[in-house]
């Protein structure tokens, strides 16, 4: 099995800044890339940042220049550097990984539990 563990969510005042972390574990044999979406009720899930093995990284429009994603490989962990948040980046942000869990497998995607965050004064 493979778990993916996020931290980091709460409550943070608009322009202030919150770091999420997400640790993947089990059964890994490569991860390709590790990444954050959100999503708010009655909305689709969509893209905050994703980041490759090779630190290729990508960013939705809505948070360039504020947030920054960055990964320890070493651990198997993802991290989204959040900085001058706005109310409208209030959602639940969900981790995933796209990894193979054996040399044999395909490589599938995996999603943490979500966590809250809220932007509010």
């Known amino acids: 099995q493979v778990q993916l563990v996020e931290s980091g969510g709460g409550l943070v005042q608009p322009g202030g800044s919150l770091r999420l972390s997400c640790a993947a574990s089990?059964?890994?044999?490569?991860?390709?890339?590790m990444g954050w979406y959100r999503q708010t009720p009655g909305k689709q899930r969509d893209l905050v940042a994703v980041i490759g093995s090779g630190s290729m990284v990508n960013y939705a429009d809505s948070v360039k220049g504020r947030f920054t994603i960055s990964r320890d490989n070493a651990k198997n962990t993802v991290y989204l550097q959040m900085d001058s948040v706005k109310p409208e980046d209030t959602a639940v942000y969900y981790c995933n990984a796209f990894l193979r869990r054996t040399r044999e497998t395909g490589p599938a995607n995996y999603w943490g539990q979500g966590t809250q965050v809220t932007v509010s004064s």
């Open positions: 089990g059964s890994i044999f490569n991860i390709y890339t």
